[in-house]
């Protein structure tokens, strides 16, 4: 990796705090054809993995599907079994909530106005790489509070006459 460019495949893992009644959640994001390591109880059951998916593990089993959410299997229990999607769930769905919201309609769990936390990790991933160690984010404070080093790409220095 250069600063000039993404490294060609990376993997970088996200630890969010608990909220509420919502324990912390640990997501880890694969890039450039890696994919992660299945937990022995699922590696058992030899599932095919597309070259881009999703993989869901929880306490009693896991989810694999394609990278839209398509061809969602469950993994439980020793087996492999199709999941059921509701139609209001399918991937072709996905794009009439933003459609509607264009519209004027209601805003719906997708919408954009709900997106900045997924661009901010997405972001703070970026961050990581670039500065090549963990960060620690408060978002309260809008700052990393491991790394001076890495809180400097979190804000752009622009030229005169472009500041914004």
């Known amino acids: 990796q250069t600063g000039f460019s993404y490294p060609t495949a990376c993997s970088l893992r996200f630890q969010f705090?608990?909220?509420?009644?919502r324990p912390g959640i640990e997501l880890f994001w694969y890039d450039g054809g890696m994919k992660p390591r299945f937990p022995r109880e699922i590696e058992a059951l030899d599932p095919k993995m597309q070259r881009e998916g999703i993989l869901f593990v929880g306490d009693q089993g896991a989810v694999l599907a394609d990278f839209h959410g398509q061809n969602a299997r469950l993994l439980q229990k020793g087996e492999i079994r199709p999941l059921e999607v509701s139609?209001?769930?399918?991937?072709?769905?996905?794009?009439?909530p933003w459609i509607e919201a264009c519209q004027g309609g209601e805003q719906s769990p997708g919408s954009f106005l709900k997106a900045a936390a997924i661009t901010d990790a997405v972001n703070l991933g970026t961050v990581a790489l670039r500065a090549g160690e963990k960060v620690d984010f408060d978002s309260n404070a809008m700052k990393i509070t491991s790394s001076?080093?890495?809180d400097k790409y979190l804000y752009r220095q622009y030229r005169e006459g472009w500041e914004l």
């Open 17 to 21: 705090a608990a909220a509420g009644d």
């Open 87 to 96: 139609e209001s769930q399918s991937p072709a769905s996905r794009y009439h």
């Open 148 to 150: 001076a080093r890495a």
